[in-house]
């Protein structure tokens, strides 16, 4: 049996705001077991980044109890959180507010292990550094640039490598590709993938998109109004979820579960077919999907730049 990293009972977090206490995050529980990958899925404010925020410390509970390692992490004293920090770290989601602009890169990675002061002679810090930049795919050339002058996945993998700095066992990824474009998003994801069977560690990923979930985590937790309402494997969630907010987050057709289970032969054959139709698409108009092939668009393309160039009054007198 898998042995718990995290078990978390009755977890507890509300805010006063004006209209009353918000209930955040209501009587939860649910674990997290070693080496493995927990999504936290919901709707906008049902209390995801609450969660991970009161896992790691960076929010105190109101109530409840979360062991970790068997030890309740709700009971440390200053000194004990701030080395449970260095085991427990988080990645944001927005790469472009989450890093100091007037750092470079070096300084960024170099911050954590500065704060904790884990090594004495800088030469030892540099190697780390360059070490942690070689670990996230980030070029030694830039490390001496400034956040701006990089892409958000570069920046996402600066935040991976502050993450790591301290060599974490488990990290909260609080929407880590939300602010990224599609390809992008899947080069990071495999970053965490591949850092995760190199180091061993253990994630909660946070989202509030089902399919980027479902291709990182091994279980699913589906968080509603501050509660979780279902924690399951994500075939289960994705063939028979059972609680109606569940069902209410995957989209409308569900496959049958022999296509979802069975060995994917059906998967196959759907991806060849899409292949197959959207070469063909290239060069015809798309009967399928109403989009117009590329000699089509050149040819409207040509009509426009002809309107643009005729003389206004010529456009007006035939009008
Ligand atoms: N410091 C705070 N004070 C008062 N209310 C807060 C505070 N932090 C969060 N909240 C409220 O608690 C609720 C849960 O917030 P949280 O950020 O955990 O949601 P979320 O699920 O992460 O949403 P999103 O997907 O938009 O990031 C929200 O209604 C939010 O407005
Ligand atoms: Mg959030």
Not at 173 to 180: C, F, G, K, M, R
Request: glycine share 6%; aromatic share 8%; proline share 3%.
């Amino acid at each position: 049996m898998a042995e718990k990293l995290l078990d978390i009972q009755n977890l507890t977090k509300y805010f006063s705001t004006k209209k009353g206490l918000l209930h955040a995050v209501d009587n939860i529980s649910f674990h997290i077991d070693k080496g493995e990958t927990l999504g936290l899925v919901g709707e906008s404010g049902c209390g995801k980044s609450t969660t991970g925020r009161l896992l790691i410390r960076l929010l105190e509970a109101d109530r409840g109890q979360i062991l970790y390692n068997g030890d309740d992490v709700l009971k440390y004293t200053s000194r004990q959180i701030k080395e449970a920090r260095r085991e427990m770290q988080i990645v944001f989601q927005d790469p472009y507010s989450s890093l100091n602009p007037r750092l470079t890169v070096f300084e960024l990675i170099a911050e954590p292990l500065y704060v904790n002061r884990v090594y004495k002679t800088k030469s030892e810090k540099e190697a780390r550094i360059k070490e942690l930049m070689d670990t996230v795919g980030l070029a030694q050339r830039l490390i001496t640039t400034y956040p701006h002058e990089l892409d958000g996945g570069r920046r996402q993998r600066i935040g991976v490598a502050r993450a790591l700095a301290l060599k974490p066992e488990f990290i909260v990824l609080d929407e880590p590709v939300s602010a990224l474009d599609v390809c992008i998003q899947a080069q990071i994801l495999n970053l965490l993938k591949n850092l995760q069977r190199e180091l061993g560690l253990t994630y909660l990923f946070i989202s509030h998109n089902l399919s980027v979930v479902k291709h990182v985590s091994d279980r699913i937790a589906v968080m509603y109004l501050g509660k979780i309402v279902e924690v399951a494997d994500y075939k289960s969630i994705f063939v028979n979820p059972v609680h109606p907010y569940s069902q209410a987050l995957l989209p409308r057709y569900r496959w049958p579960s022999w296509m979802v289970s069975g060995s994917g032969l059906f998967w196959k054959g759907i991806s060849l077919v899409r292949s197959i139709r959207h070469r063909v698409a290239a060069f015809t108009d798309d009967a399928f999907t109403g989009r117009k092939s590329v000699l089509s668009r050149r040819r409207s393309c040509c009509r426009l730049a002809k309107t643009a160039m005729r003389p206004a009054t010529l456009a007006i007198n035939e009008t």
